[in-house]
């Protein structure tokens, strides 16, 4: 979706990159958290939707495109989560837009049916 153009207007959607830590607790069972790593405002576009069977079981699928600002700050990358809209976005790819003027991540979040 190279050339997707958003004026800073459209960057209305708030939304949290967040960071995944796993700790070992004194038990040796593995504990997850997130923690906010960049709060920002995007303009996100829902793509599609889909439903696959995995695992056994029917899954929704649902994809969207997120178009940030670019950081100098803080470096987005796969290993982080999008927290938007009550639901956590796995990041599938990111791209830069343009000479450091924005970052593309293109996303999706799935729901057990």
């Avoid at 830590?21 to 995007?42: E, F, K, P, Q």
């Avoid at 029917?58 to 639901?87: C, G, M, P, W």
Wanted: proline fraction near 0%.
């Amino acid at each position: 979706m190279n050339g997707w153009k958003s004026s800073t207007g459209n960057l209305n959607r708030r939304v949290s990159f967040l960071r995944q830590t796993s700790v070992i607790s004194a038990t040796g069972s593995v504990d997850y958290s997130s923690s906010v790593y960049l709060s920002t405002w995007a303009d996100v576009r829902e793509l599609r939707g889909k439903e696959i069977l995995a695992q056994g079981k029917e899954t929704a699928v649902a994809e969207a495109t997120f178009l940030i600002r670019y950081r100098t700050d803080k470096q987005i990358t796969k290993d982080l989560v999008i927290d938007y809209n009550s639901k956590r976005w796995e990041i599938l790819s990111v791209t830069e837009i343009g000479y450091k003027e924005r970052i593309e991540i293109h996303a999706m979040v799935r729901n057990d049916l």
